[in-house]
């Protein structure tokens, strides 16, 4: 086993919660095409496209719309996160991440971002965590979604690292799949039940010590 030198974090559910404002823009959307969406609904669209998740949503209610108005609800639901996400700061960040990035970075470890977000990278700008990140791979950078191994690959090969040096973070089913497929060692944030295929999981980053940090970077 080769020693983790890289860190990849997914963004929703793992860095900052904006899960809650894709729900919102995508449960007005839904509502706006007569189909009834739940927390559990939106459990389905976690780690997966834009244009993916519209068709999960238009499967739920058994609908079938022209390409006009999906091309239009897309771009509605991505106007209103956009304005509920405009107002995001350093309070977003989930707790017990910025002490993670910090331990890395002192410990000279490449930290990248791995999301299937196209707003990634004013997402990190507006609550202040730019400056941390080596690499970001976002929906904008890939062709295939989770859990295809792409985003989690590109990434490593951005950093100069092998797949079996890096660790990645991630709160949805889909992404530890891809980390899986990718030969990388996965750790879920969130309930065990639901991500039982990752190598580890913890609720949150405040359940993740140092000394476990230390045993996985050196083996």
């Known amino acids: 086993m080769q020693k983790i030198r890289t860190y990849i974090f997914d963004l929703d559910g793992v860095i900052v919660d904006t899960a809650k404002y894709h729900f919102q823009a995508w ?20 780690g997966v ?4 998740s519209l068709e999960i949503i238009l499967e739920l209610g058994n609908k079938k719309i022209s390409d006009a ?4 609800i897309l771009n509605e639901k991505n106007k209103n996160y956009l304005s509920y996400i405009e107002k995001m700061d350093a309070s977003e960040i989930l707790p017990g991440v910025l002490d993670a990035l910090k331990w890395i970075k002192n410990e000279g470890g490449k930290i ?8 990634a ?17 976002d929906g904008n950078d890939v062709s295939k979604v989770k859990p295809d191994p792409e985003v989690f690959l590109l990434g490593a090969e951005r950093t100069n690292s092998k797949p079996e040096e ?4 991630e709160d949805a ?47």
């Open 27 to 46: 449960k007005k959307s839904a509502e706006e095409l007569g189909i009834e969406f739940t927390k559990d609904s939106n459990e389905l669209l976690k």
């Open 49 to 52: 496209s834009r244009i993916r």
């Open 69 to 72: 108005e999906f091309d239009r």
């Open 112 to 119: 990248v971002l791995g999301s299937a977000s196209k707003n």
């Open 121 to 137: 990278k004013p997402i990190l700008e507006k609550v202040g965590l730019m400056e941390y990140f080596d690499a970001i791979v």
């Open 166 to 169: 890096c660790l990645v973070f």
């Open 173 to 219: 089913i889909a992404g530890i799949q891809a980390a899986n497929n990718a030969g990388m060692l996965s750790i879920g944030i969130g309930e065990k039940e639901v991500l039982k295929e990752a190598d580890y999981v913890f609720a949150d980053f405040t359940q993740i010590s140092k000394e476990f940090l230390e045993k996985l970077e050196n083996n």
